[in-house]
């Protein structure tokens, strides 16, 4: 069953315009893991986690020097320190380095009062919404016009390096991209000009900026 992000009327699998108001209906397809129905362009199954980006292949190389220098540095061992008699493992800090969030300035452009917010460059999941005890908002939209149709804890941006996708947390009148409904726990890309509505018909609506 396909839900039109124009009318919310239910049309069948397969359908590719609304039978109410006739607008072109989104591209959906099956999780190859679980089989739930999800937009063609979502980064993982809102249903079960799984991931639809593709395996990157692996590079090979036929320098000698380069292939004994990665296997040199793959076989490294972690540390083990004993210091009064206690064992103490130094992790390797090649193995557990992390990846720290991008210092890219992104922005929301809120299109009812054409007010910029900022997407804090210090967080790397920003979570929107209203003021609640279980999930603070870093990005609060209680000031905004007919906020009450925005959940306490409605979505949230992750950021990935250079890259920001949205994700809805199970919001009472949902997450809308470019008019399209998103399932609740899928991933979905961000890009320049997205246009991001918190609810029903618009009524709360940002633009994506970087």
Known sequence: MIVCPNCVHQNPEGAINCEECYTELPCMINCPHCGTSILSNAVFCGSCGHSLQPATPELSTNNNLES?????????????????????????????????????????????????????????????????????????????????????????????NDEFFIEDLGSANGTYINHLPLQKGGHYPLKTGDQIALGKENKVTFIFQI
Do not use: C, W, Y
């Open 68 to 160: 004994e220098s990665t296997e040199s540095v793959n076989n490294i061992e972690p540390l083990s320190l004993d210091i009064e008699g206690e064992n103490i493992v130094a992790v390797d800090p090649i193995a557990s380095a992390t990846v720290l969030p991008s210092n890219k300035t992104a922005k929301l452009m809120q299109v009812q009062t054409s007010t910029s917010v900022e997407i804090p460059n210090s967080l790397s999941v920003i979570n929107i919404g209203k003021p609640n005890e279980i999930l603070p908002p870093d990005i609060d939209v209680s000031g905004f016009p007919n906020s009450e149709i925005v959940s306490r804890v409605h979505a949230r941006l992750i950021r990935e």
